[in-house]
């Protein structure tokens, strides 16, 4: 365990304070933004509407989302965020930008925080300009997340599938067609590699910090005992919340049991990483010491 320094934390109680929720895309991040919405912590006032990957719809902040994906864009990345390389380095210009919207919302709020997976790309940025930031870091296994993510793929196939017509349908068919019929084949050893990029950037990312400013959390703990979390946010991080059950925002038959993946995956150094990846996870999730797995 590295050791633990203040940097200043508790020594400028007039600063805004922020909540920063991070994590891998599909790892119910949405669902404890949305608890933590409930008991009265701002995490913005426009978001993306349900889907039905999504039912209960997502809560990114579309100022941050969208600011994210301008970023990605320029670099000719994917503005889903789904990748698993290094995020060229932003520009002055576009680091004031970045700026600009956390002054904006700090004026406006003196308690407040967002969530958008796409975050975890800019996790240095953020150390930079936000130093006193809290960082709530959602976990999931990787076997549930990817299972997540090639059935919400799929979906997205399907739709696109149904739109052809013509010359279109008929590439789709003799080409595509393996996306819809086989998903898993096509996405998880893609998928797998993004997972692992995120968590190892995560983990890269919270060694830079006191153990003061994160804290790593699993649904499951919520579940079971969400009285932990909350003790957390208010008592050790000063946040003024009213306290809301997580019962209230999860509904177990949305999360589908996951099948096993690794048959799926060729390069099998990449299910060792992983595995190494949650072991070191669990040992950060203490102390509820409860699985990911």
């Known amino acids: 365990m590295k050791t633990t320094t203040t940097k200043g934390l508790l020594d400028d109680e007039l600063n805004p304070k922020i909540l920063i929720i991070t994590g891998m895309h599909r790892s119910t991040t949405s ?27 997502q809560v990114e902040d579309f ?36 700026k600009a919207l956390v002054e904006r919302r700090n004026k406006e709020h003196q308690q407040w925080g967002w969530k958008d997976a796409r975050t975890c790309l800019f996790l240095d ?8 930031a809290f960082y709530l870091v959602i976990v999931r296994d990787y076997t549930a997340t990817i299972n997540s993510m090639v059935m919400l793929q799929q979906q997205v196939d399907r739709r696109k599938f149904q739109s052809k ?9 003799l080409f595509k067609m393996k996306r819809l ?29 006191p153990e003061e400013q994160y804290m790593f959390v699993h649904y499951r703990q919520l579940v079971y005992n969400d009285a932990e979390l909350f003790k957390k946010l208010t008592l050790d991080w000063h946040f003024s919340l009213h306290y809301s059950p997580f019962a209230r925002v999860f509904k177990k038959e949305l999360l589908h049991r996951p099948s096993n993946i690794d048959k799926y995956v060729r390069d099998k150094t990449l299910i060792e990483k992983a595995k190494a990846i949650e072991d070191h996870i669990v040992y950060l999730l203490d102390p509820m010491n409860v699985k990911i797995v």
């Open 165 to 173: 017509k013509g010359v279109s349908r008929l590439m789709w068919k």
């Open 31 to 57: 669902l404890i933004t949305q608890w933590l919405q409930r008991c009265g912590l701002f995490i913005g006032e426009r978001f993306i509407g349900s889907d039905p990957a999504n039912i209960q719809g």
């Open 125 to 132: 940025v953020y150390e930079r300009i936000l130093p006193f």
């Open 63 to 98: 100022d941050f989302l969208k600011m994210h994906e301008h970023l990605l864009e320029k670099r000719h990345y994917s503005t889903t965020g789904l990748t698993d390389r290094p995020i060229p380095q932003l520009t002055d210009e576009e680091v004031e930008d970045l």
């Open 181 to 209: 019929k086989k998903p898993f084949e096509v996405h998880t050893e893609k998928f797998l590699k993004i997972w692992i990029y995120y968590y190892k950037t995560i983990l890269r990312h919270v060694r830079l910090l």
